[in-house]
């Protein structure tokens, strides 16, 4: 491997690195405050992709098309929560401790075969992005490497900053975390618990529409991507400690790095060697990488 290789590979790994990061970060806001799960954040995310390709073949200008996907996102975020999560919030116990896992993987199920119909069973490409032709390069300290992934990496890094300042710096971030330690007392407090967990459920979506937007001038795109995604997403997840922001966003790097490279060395059987990395990593280290260590006793 040359050096122009590696450091080729280093800057496509963290572009698709940052694409999981950002559907990770879904997964994450959703656990901390319901300790739910979209298991369709994979599917969320093909959406976005295919309603990408589709508006920007049509011909309508790149902003508008990816307002269009954020808006749809977020209307598929609030369905996802009033149908598929509200109605076992209101069954109790008797719905059991679970159900949400069918209940997204459902709806997952429909998105696929709505995005079947209306694209058809084959691969596609979403046109670039950032620029005219998807094999344009730039010279970044003598090493030449695709625009559009450079574009990409700086974009998705944008949108973590942006998710971590919700987080840390704005009200509803604390209103996510005061919900996310006690729901009874937030509402004590005059915190709308139902409207929290209606926006990390929308947030999630728009997480996975805004991946889905950027993953598509980089991987061919299909209906049944979402799975794959998913897995992925989890794994980021359990590597950087469901607990940890700031470790999803080093373990989504740390995972797509590593799955560039052992698709070089191995292009058969790339995608399995870090998924069985981290199932390893977990079987001695549990919470992961950065992960709080003693028991989350909220």
Not at 118 to 123: I, L, W, Y
Not at 129 to 151: C, H, M, P, Q
Not at 269 to 276: A, E, Q, R, S, V
Request: charged share 10%; no cysteine.
């Amino acid at each position: 491997m040359t050096l122009l290789n590696f450091f080729q590979l280093l800057v496509s790994g963290i572009a698709m690195g940052a694409i999981y990061t950002l559907t990770a970060k879904g997964l994450f806001i959703t656990h901390l405050a319901t300790h739910r799960l979209n298991f369709g954040q994979g599917d969320f995310l093909m959406v976005g992709a295919f309603a990408s390709i589709g508006m920007l073949t049509a011909g309508v200008p790149a902003p508008l098309a990816v307002l269009g996907v954020l808006v749809l996102m977020g209307v598929l975020g609030y369905l996802l929560e009033r149908f598929a999560i509200r109605p076992l919030d209101r069954l109790g116990d008797r719905a059991g401790a679970y159900s949400w896992v069918l209940t997204t993987a459902g709806a997952a199920l429909i998105l696929q075969n709505i995005v079947e119909l209306g694209f058809g069973k084959s691969a596609q490409y979403a046109p670039p992005l950032f620029s005219k032709t998807r094999d344009n390069v730039i010279s970044i300290l003598g090493v030449g490497i695709f625009f559009e992934e450079a574009a990409i990496i700086i974009t998705a890094f944008i949108v973590v900053g942006a998710f971590y300042w919700f987080l840390f710096g704005s009200r509803w971030g604390k209103a996510v975390y005061a919900v996310a330690f006690n729901p009874e007392a937030a509402s004590l407090f005059g915190i709308d618990v139902r409207g929290v967990v209606v926006l990390v459920f929308v947030l999630a979506a728009l997480m996975a529409g805004i991946s889905g937007v950027l993953v598509g001038p980089l991987v061919s795109v299909h209906p049944h991507m979402g799975l794959i995604f998913t897995i992925k997403a989890l794994a980021v997840a359990a590597v950087g400690g469901f607990t940890n922001p700031v470790g999803i966003l080093l373990g989504g790097l740390l995972f797509g790095v590593a799955e560039a490279f052992s698709n070089y060395w191995d292009s058969a059987f790339g995608d399995l060697y870090p998924l069985l990395f981290v199932m390893a990593l977990l079987a001695v280290r549990p919470s992961g990488l950065f992960g709080e260590r003693r028991a989350d006793v909220r």
